[in-house]
């Protein structure tokens, strides 16, 4: 398997989650060594789901500045 950010190989992992009830609840999944990306089937069913966005909320760049009327 190959990592999503930088395309190098991965390695399996156990991680454990030690907020689950119970004190501690262990699953399998993969770490990039290079980028440190994580990945686990929860994530990647997320990442599958996400929808693109329909349209920017970023902000607009100003326009030139006006100086005595010029550019």
């Not at 290079?34 to 607009?60: E, N």
């Amino acid at each position: 398997m190959k990592c999503a950010r930088c395309a190098s190989l991965v390695v399996t992992e156990v991680f454990v989650d030690y907020h689950a009830d119970g004190g501690g609840m262990s699953f399998l999944g993969y770490r990039c060594p290079i980028c440190g990306d994580i990945m686990d089937p929860t994530i990647l069913r997320h990442r599958d789901g996400a929808c693109a966005p329909t349209h920017s909320h970023a902000r607009r760049r100003p326009g030139p500045l006006l100086v005595d009327g010029r550019r």
